[in-house]
């Protein structure tokens, strides 16, 4: 559609119709304005699944992996495949937007959100990124590049203000939006948080560069609830706030634009580029896309998922103990809570219900059936809060069917509806006339005998019953205003009672709705930890009779969610003396590591291999068994720097002085912190291990280059393992000399090469002329300081194995 078209329909609506278009017209909608066929263009958060409008258990989506362990793929064909899916589960849905993906940085491993974003490196995220924008949009349906811009940690995030520089935001944190926008990405999410004093709705960066330099023509919309004035976002390049009916611009918009504090050619250019975004994504002049009913994940789906398990899974360690060989097992210990009940995404908005999930315990005992004895044992539980109801072990009171039942009430008591559900999660209560309570009640069989831990979510007035005697009963106003924590993870409110085996419990709990603090409502049981001496002790002896022993240990619900910065990378205990005493029980022992983000490995020289799964999506356990015995190869690599100890860490600042967040270390984080910092980690960036062994023959790059062209190198590196592989070749450049304050070495490109074994390969890098480039802030440009640079070959930043030298020339 051209301009032409465009002009002409806006011409076709008065200022009101035009405004009102601008906020959205329900939590997930835009507003329908039938005088120029437009329908509502449909949104849904991703990037772990498409959720689609309502949080409801009884619509499932397929999960994919985190992003960090997307991150770590360093394969963006297989990231636009991932893309792609997410476009069909959009396509399934409904949806005409995905709210993915996340291209803010790993500035910090202590960021709540690490899980949700790509990389600590700007090349790499943007590389990522690209690859999903590319595979979403295939489809027809619009990537949302997100939070632009700086948004990179949780503690207050809906009011901190950023202090960067303009070098390190254009070199470091607006690098991967740039990328993004260069790969067609038709939305791009302003953040809550400031940038050097403007509010990112209202902020400068929108118009400069994201709409002039970069020329982006698609739609900038606001992070939901960020709109917080009307005039100066209005006057800026904010082109849609939501969510709707109500907000500042919906109340206030048209005024401003009758007083002429806000001139109508900005409402024009802001529904100009609403109306291109409808037509890409087929919302002009056509009906809204077809919702599926729920179904299966097709098999598909599933081996894709699976696949990127293994392919994003780190082999950070190993002394000949992976892969474990089917073949001559004949028992295998699989140790950990986490095995049977892993962290498979992160917390916060964009999470998802999975259809059906395989735990790695299912997954190895599916692989090893009729040729080794799995046996289980969990050990000492970590601390962690109580999960929501489920199907598992409870049943509705009214139908005795798996689940629990969902009633609203008046304020009287009398019932106004009641539903089925399939959890004790409950978001988005599907709110009548009147409704003054939701109710949670449930029948409860428990499976041990003694003290069980309860907990309800929520704000204001809430009780909890078990048997008709109440164990919780109190008001908790609302002291936060974060949206995440009152939509999505309100503080749960804990009670305990004693229960007994095979006898049911009846479970009610209420929550008064109060105005503003939303409806979520959450209740949540567990059983009785074990004796922690005693279940160590079955756990050790399960991993000595076994020929082998698999220990999986993760993080919980209280380390790594929006809304929430860490307070420390350390496992919750006692994983690490869970995984010292296996360890120390049999050799042959492997880690398998649920984290979506850095946690600190003590024992990580004492455990025979150690293998990062990150937060792996519905397929965990097929990928994981894959990885384990040897059906396929870990093929991740880092896309971050993994610290020994947090006090090692060289930029872990989340925390605002004054309303501030200064990033005061400049160009300089992750591989690049650590490298002026002069201090080792436990893992480098990039740093993976496969199942064979790699040399490095020659590299051979042109001498001279001139500036502003990208520069070609070729490695030349053998398979000298005893198996097929895949290596990730890896550039990076150096400028000793430079006039500049630059980074000792930067990461500046990538390529995968696969060989058989006792077989060599030559991978071609092309290093982009951007890799070379630094910002002037003088010149109000790109430079490019010429001289020599080195070019770098390695395995991971902190892993070198050959280097050249390329002189750059001004271009004539």
């Given amino acids: 559609m051209n301009d032409e078209d465009l002009d002409r329909l806006v011409g076709k609506l008065s200022t009101g119709q035009k405004v009102r278009l601008l906020t959205g017209a329900t939590t997930w909608r835009t507003a329908a304005e039938p005088a120029v066929g437009l329908r509502p263009v449909v949104t ?20 994919l992996p985190s992003a960090s362990a997307i991150g770590a793929l360093w394969d963006e064909e297989l990231t636009e495949e991932l893309g792609g899916l997410l476009a069909r589960e959009a396509i399934r849905k409904g949806v005409d937007v995905v709210l993915a993906p996340t291209l803010n940085l790993h500035r910090t491993p202590l960021g709540g959100r690490h899980f949700e974003c790509l990389s600590e490196d700007p090349e790499l995220a943007g590389r990522t990124g690209a690859a999903l924008v590319r595979g979403i949009q295939a489809h027809g349906v619009a990537a949302t590049a997100k939070h632009y811009v700086a948004n990179d940690s949780e503690t207050d995030r809906l009011t901190v203000d950023v202090r960067v520089s303009e070098r390190v935001l254009r070199e470091v944190y607006l690098a991967p939006f740039e990328a993004a926008v260069a790969a067609g990405a038709w939305v791009v ?25 970069w020329g982006f023509d698609g739609v900038v919309l606001s992070d939901w609830g960020a709109l917080r004035s009307v005039d100066e976002p209005a006057r800026a390049a904010l082109d849609l706030a939501m969510p709707g009916p109500g907000g500042p611009w919906a109340e206030g918009l048209l005024q401003a634009v009758e007083d002429g504090r806000v001139p109508e050619a900005a409402v024009d250019a802001k529904v100009r580029r609403l109306l291109r975004l409808a ?86 005992r599916a692989r090893l059936h009729g040729r080794a004895r799995v046996t289980y044992a969990p050990g000492p539980a970590p601390h962690a809060p109580p999960a929501p109801l489920g199907v598992d072990r409870c049943r509705d009171p ?10 609203l009430l008046d304020a009287d008591g009398r019932e106004l509806a009641a539903e089925h559900r399939l959890s004790g999660r409950q978001l988005e209560p599907d709110l009548v006339p009147g409704a003054h309570t939701v109710e949670i009640s449930a029948l409860l069989t428990p499976e041990t005998s003694g003290t069980w831990t309860f907990a309800v979510g929520g704000f204001g007035r809430i009780s909890l019953t078990v048997d008709g005697r109440t164990v919780l009963d109190g008001d908790f106003p609302q002291d936060v205003d974060d949206p995440a924590v009152v939509h999505v993870n309100p503080p749960l409110r804990p009670a305990r009672a004693t229960l007994r085996a095979g006898q049911v419990a009846h479970l009610v709990a209420r929550r ?62 006692p994983q690490n003396t869970l995984v010292r005493a296996v360890a120390a029980a049999n050799p042959r022992t492997a880690v398998v590591l649920n984290s979506g983000g850095p946690v600190e490995l003590p024992w990580r020289e004492e455990v025979g291999a150690l293998l990062l799964s990150w937060f792996p999506g519905q397929e965990a356990g097929t990928g994981l068994a894959d990885v384990l015995l040897g059906a396929a190869e870990p093929g991740g690599r880092l896309p971050t720097t993994w610290a020994a100890s947090l006090t090692d860490v060289p930029v872990s600042t989340t925390r605002p002085v004054d309303g501030r967040l200064a990033y005061t270390e400049g160009l300089h984080i992750g591989h690049r912190a650590w490298l002026r910092s002069g201090r080792a980690p436990a893992y480098w960036f990039g740093h993976g291990l496969g199942y064979t062994t790699w ?28 198996r097929a592989g895949r290596e990730v070749v890896q550039i990076y450049l150096a400028r000793p000399d430079s006039r500049f304050d630059r980074p000792s070495r930067w990461f500046a490109a990538h390529t995968t090469v696969h060989a058989a074994p006792g077989t060599g390969a030559t991978a071609t890098v092309r290093i982009p002329a ?19 640079y080195e070019v770098l070959v390695g395995r991971s930043a902190g892993d070198i194995r050959a280097r050249t030298s390329v002189t750059v020339h001004d271009e004539p």
Avoid: C
């Fill in 279 to 364: 037509w890409r994504v087929g919302a002009l002049e056509a009906p809204e896309r077809p919702r599926n009913p729920p179904a299966s994940a097709p098999r598909p789906t599933r081996a894709l998922l699976r696949r990127a398990v293994a392919a994003s899974s780190v082999l950070l360690h190993n002394r000949d103990v992976l892969p474990l060989d089917p073949g001559r097992l004949t028992s295998v210990a699989v140790i950990g809570t986490h095995a049977a009940h892993p962290r498979l995404q992160g917390g916060g908005s964009a999470g998802v219900f999975p259809e059906a999930a395989v735990t790695p315990l299912d997954g190895i």
């Fill in 512 to 573: 008064e709705l109060v105005p503003g603090a939303g409806r979520a409502t959450i209740v949540a049981a567990a059983p009785p930890e074990p004796d922690a001496t005693v279940a160590l002790t079955a756990a050790v002896e399960a991993a000595r009779a076994a020929d082998a022993a698999i220990v999986v240990v993760g993080t919980t619900e209280h380390d790594e969610t929006e809304g929430y910065d860490r307070a420390d990378l350390r496992l919750a205990e």
């Fill in 398 to 407: 009214a139908s005795r069917r798996p689940g629990v039942l969902l009633r």
């Fill in 44 to 63: 849904s958060d991703g990037p772990a699944g498409v959720r689609g409008e309502a949080w409801d258990e009884r619509n499932p989506s397929a999960l």
């Fill in 189 to 213: 999410m302003a953040g809550y948080n400031g940038v050097n004093g403007s509010t990112m709705a209202a902020s400068p960066l929108l118009t400069d560069p994201l709409k002039t330099d």
């Fill in 695 to 722: 040399e490095y023959d020659a590299v051979h790059a042109p001498t001279d280059s001139p500036a502003g062209a990208p520069v070609t190198v070729h490695v030349r590196l053998r398979n000298t393992g005893p």
């Fill in 770 to 788: 951007r890799a070379f480039r630094h910002w002037s802030r003088q010149a109000a440009a790109w430079h490019t300081e010429p001289g020599p």
